[in-house]
């Protein structure tokens, strides 16, 4: 049985997305707050629903705390439509968010959006043409050959890789890799993207595009 860990600090919240999932026969957990979670545990969830804003720790910082743990779909709750609050949370390790107010048919089709994508692909794995990760072992190969990433570069590397498509810019990716407490400069993101460059054309691969003006993209 699909089982879904909902958490949000509005316990009329909570039965209202639980009573809507057990239509469909998911099993639903409910938790008013993260604290009370034991995190080694997380990993029997196939699906979280995390609330952004909630006294103590907030969703996008309780995200970022366990996304390591977890390689199951992470979705946002949140009345926020500020698209640096977006991206915010996107950063953190979340894969998609739900705009307060929700009605019944969006919740279930984004959840279930979600669930079908985790049953075509490997949790464990993420494939890109010639290019495969290895998530749990954080590591690429590109037809089977390793290449050695330093453990920033393949951060930024996983990071735009898992949303193909999407520009991030210097800054949103230094603070991804180093956090709000950084000592360095942004700028030293073009130089790692310049190596992972490196590393990939020797196997002929050019994934990382330059978005002038803005950032870069997994092309």
């Known amino acids: 049985m699909t089982t879904i860990l909902a958490i ?10 639980k009573n809507i999932l057990k239509k469909k026969d998911y099993s639903v957990d409910i938790y008013q707050n993260p604290s009370e979670l034991d995190e080694n545990k997380l990993g029997k969830y196939d699906l979280i629903l995390l609330d952004v804003m909630m006294p103590g720790i ?12 977890v390689d199951s779909p992470i979705l946002f709750l949140t009345a926020k439509t500020m698209e640096s609050d977006i991206v915010e949370g996107l ?4 894969d998609d968010y739900i705009t307060k107010p929700f009605g019944v048919q969006e919740l279930l089709a984004r959840v279930e959006a979600h669930l079908r994508r985790e049953k075509r692909e490997k949790h464990s794995s993420l494939h890109l043409g010639n290019i ?4 749990a072992a ?31 810019s210097r800054e949103q990716i230094y603070e991804f890799i180093f956090g709000f407490d950084g000592v360095g400069d942004a700028s030293t993101i073009s130089e790692h993207v310049k190596n992972i460059r490196a590393k990939f054309q020797k196997f002929g691969e050019a994934p990382i595009a330059t978005v002038w003006g803005i950032g870069y993209k997994w092309d």
């Open 8 to 17: 949000d600090d509005e316990q009329d919240m909570l039965v209202l997305i």
């Open 58 to 69: 907030d969703g996008i910082s309780f995200c970022k705390q366990i996304r390591r743990k």
């Open 91 to 94: 950063l953190s390790g979340g």
């Open 132 to 135: 495969r990760f290895d998530l």
């Open 138 to 168: 954080s590591e690429v190969y590109v037809k089977e050959e390793k290449i050695h990433l330093t453990k920033s570069e393949y951060q930024i590397s996983e990071l735009l890789a898992k949303r193909k498509g999407q520009v991030f």
